[in-house]
């Protein structure tokens, strides 16, 4: 069996190449495609896991529509699809790359397997547009790989076969994993050696991202503006690599720049992020994958969105839902940082690093 594993974006880059790595050194067929849906940010999490791409497009343009990428990637898999020629394509969470790619190999007959299945919120405009792809490529999906058993009774509920859910937990453990594994054994780079410098021993850091849609109708303006009031304590520093989005950038420049607490700088690779969530009091954030990392690292969550589809974090303690309140963030904050949460015990509710080698056996049971 032939297997072709598909994205474009950092996220599933970093949640895919624990796969690759198992693929290879099972010796198993494969080849990787990419969309490039986010090309520089994709390109550092290609360089750090050394993973070279059979197939790289460059499909990405500026300020493009969800429609034109859609039928972009839709045009350009069909025709990777006919090159490669593969029995299986791979595809990992909610983007469109992920929905648009699968929805491609569906139409041509070749088997879907979706890395991360399982995640609802139940709100269609709350991740905005991926809590639509990801149900609509559970209805084309052929595998299902869930992160948790929670996940499973998400499809059951909707009427997935139970023979075609795998719980194996989710790969970006894995791939966490793998990272700090490289900068504990003194892996560094420029970017890093400057952050470290930009840091202050004696002050608590506060790590913050910020990139969903649904947010920018005012959302991100108020959580901006609840980081200004709380920048000004003294015992804190706050960093935020802003996103390459146009919006995002211009709302958060325009409230939070030239704050001596507030240190605005550009995307980070992988590896600096993941060394900024190790040396973080608290991370304040909208994203999916944060909420996955932050309990294989013990840190509390923020989330600034109403709706999560990682709940297994916010009944574990490991986060919480402040929503796009200025207010409730800065409350919760303050509670963190008075009273440091202790996390000691808390089994991480998305596995234990192994969830793509227990992906590549089921892919063998197929095969046999």
């Not at 900068?183 to 002050?203: A, V, W």
């Not at 969105?305 to 309140?325: K, N, P, W």
């Not at 808390?346 to 590549?360: S, W």
Request: hydrophobic fraction near 40%; charged fraction near 25%; charge should be neutral.
């Amino acid at each position: 069996m032939k297997t072709l594993l598909c994205f474009g974006t950092r996220p599933e880059a970093i949640k895919m190449a624990p796969v690759i790595s198992a693929l290879k050194n099972n010796h198993l067929d494969y080849e990787v495609y990419v969309t490039g849906q986010h090309r520089e940010m994709l390109d550092q999490v290609l360089e750090f896991f050394e993973i070279k791409p059979d197939y790289d497009l460059n499909l990405m343009q500026k300020e493009q529509s969800l429609n034109s990428l859609s039928a972009l990637i839709l045009e350009k898999t069909n025709v990777v699809l006919q090159e490669a020629k593969p029995d299986l394509i791979l595809v990992q969470g909610d983007t469109t790359t992920a929905f648009i790619a699968a929805l491609a190999a569906f139409n041509r007959g070749i088997k879907v397997g979706h890395i991360e299945a399982g995640l609802r919120t139940q709100n269609l405009q709350s991740p905005f547009p991926e809590e639509a792809n990801r149900q609509l490529l559970s209805r084309i999906a052929d595998f299902h790989f869930v992160p948790t058993p929670s996940n499973k009774v998400n499809l059951l509920k909707e009427g997935v076969s139970v023979d075609k859910i795998f719980i194996t937990g989710n790969t970006v453990i894995d791939a966490l994993k793998m990272a700090e594994k490289k900068l504990n054994s003194g892996f560094e780079n420029d970017e890093l050696i400057k952050l470290k410098k930009l840091l202050i021993k004696n002050k608590k850091l506060l790590l913050v991202t910020g990139h969903r849609r649904e947010s920018f109708g005012g959302g991100l303006d108020k959580v901006c503006k609840g980081l200004q009031k709380f920048a000004e304590r003294n015992d804190v520093q706050i960093i935020f690599p802003v996103h390459l989005n146009p919006e995002v950038r211009r709302k958060v420049f325009k409230i939070l720049d030239n704050h001596p607490n507030i240190h605005l700088i550009e995307p980070v690779s992988y590896p600096s992020f993941v060394w900024l969530m190790m040396q973080a009091s608290a991370i304040i954030s909208d994203s999916g994958g944060v909420q996955e990392e932050a309990p294989f690292l013990k840190k509390p969550v923020l989330v600034t969105r109403e709706f999560t589809e990682r709940e297994e974090t916010v009944i574990a303690g490991f986060s919480t839902l402040v929503g796009t309140s200025g207010e409730m963030l800065l409350k919760k904050l303050k509670g963190i940082l008075e009273n440091p949460p202790n996390f000691t015990g808390i089994q991480n509710p998305y596995g234990d690093g192994v969830a793509a080698q227990k992906i590549i056996e089921i892919i063998k049971c197929q095969n046999a």
